[in-house]
């Protein structure tokens, strides 16, 4: 007769045998995981790519340091190195744009603790230059006080440099470099929320713009559908066409391409919603731009156009209807 074996059983026979024939793993060493080619990796997302780009050059800065036998200043333990190990000892091919950049920030912050001394004074030489751009993120003047770095730069000048010192150093490096991540990790967020904020817009736009052109064609005569086509069809080309000019000409920095993508992808809907809101304006009357010129497709279909292409041009066609008349100018007339 044949026994059953419980399912939980079976689950801890199971783990205990995984955890086994993994302990038998022997971990790769420092070595191994700061090794260039480990870092290689194709990617299509330039925005990837770089993150990349700079997780090797950390880690290879990392590698150069640990060249560098440590000095009397040198916080090097092995305690220090093993927490290291563990910081990247990661999947490299799993590694995302907003995980690539947490590893350079881990990676940048303990650096400080493996280096030797003329390693930390090149660095506050590096601060103390950086700290006069105020367009730079958490410089050192915005943290700590300048007489502070002064003295700390000083200290390398010793025949016989201040330990004490020589922590506080590389203490406050590390401080300011996780800043520098923390506020990368901000502005990551920032896009992020935005772009959900976005995407869930979207469908609502498209579904009440749906509801518009329903509601238009069922109050107004049957040949109104060419009417709207156009209009919205004009306004989501010119909200596109500004898009992509904008993409061209003025967005340099990689975040603000970050953020505008989502906000691409609405543009049309927007640019649509903005020249049905003008054949409205028109049709009605509410608009005093020339009735016979505004009166031909073409004239319509300008008017949709400039109305997508250009938002202070639609914001202020639709500020020319809501504005109320004074009643008292409107009477002494």
Same mark, same amino acid.
């Given at each position: 007769?044949?026994? /059953? ?9 199971? /783990? ?126 915005? /943290? ?7 003295? =700390? ?128 304006? =028109? ?51």
């Amino acid at each position: 007769m044949t026994r /059953h074996v419980p399912w939980h059983t079976l689950a801890r026979i199971a /783990h205990g045998l995984s955890a086994k024939s993994s302990s038998d793993v022997p971990r790769p060493t420092l070595a191994e995981l700061l090794a260039p080619s480990r870092w290689q990796r194709k990617v299509g997302s330039p925005e990837l790519k770089k993150a990349l780009g700079y997780v090797k050059g950390t880690v290879g800065e990392a590698r150069r340091v640990l060249a560098v036998p440590p000095d009397s200043l040198s916080l090097r333990t092995d305690e220090i190195e093993a927490r290291f190990r563990d910081v990247v000892d990661v999947p490299v091919d799993s590694l995302t744009i907003d995980s690539a950049w947490e590893l350079c920030g881990e990676v940048k912050a303990m650096i400080p603790f493996l280096a030797n001394g003329e390693y930390v004074a090149a660095q506050l030489d590096y601060e103390a230059q950086r700290a006069k751009d105020n367009s730079r993120w958490h410089g050192w003047n915005q /943290h700590f006080e300048e007489d502070e770095l002064a003295l =700390m730069r000083s200290n390398y000048r010793k025949r016989q440099p201040n330990e004490t010192l020589h922590r506080q150093a590389a203490e406050k490096l590390s401080f300011l470099y996780s800043q520098r991540t923390e506020a990368g990790r901000d502005r990551r967020a920032r896009a992020g929320q935005k772009c959900r904020y976005l995407n869930a817009l979207a469908p609502a736009l498209l579904a009440l713009q749906a509801a518009l052109v329903i509601a238009i064609g069922y109050v107004a005569a049957n040949d109104v559908w060419k009417a709207v086509a156009v209009a919205g069809t004009a306004g989501a080309l010119g909200a596109t066409l500004s898009g992509t000019m904008r993409i061209r000409d003025d967005l340099r920095d990689l975040d603000d391409l970050r953020s505008f993508w989502p906000a691409m992808r609405v543009q049309p809907l927007v640019g649509a919603t903005a020249g049905l809101v003008v054949l409205l304006l =028109m049709e009605s009357g509410a608009l005093d731009i020339g009735r016979d010129d505004s009166g031909h497709w073409a004239g319509r279909a300008l008017l949709a156009f400039a109305a997508g292409f250009s938002e202070p041009f639609f914001l202020g066609l639709v500020q020319r209807v809501a504005v109320v008349p004074d009643k008292s100018a409107v009477d002494a007339a």
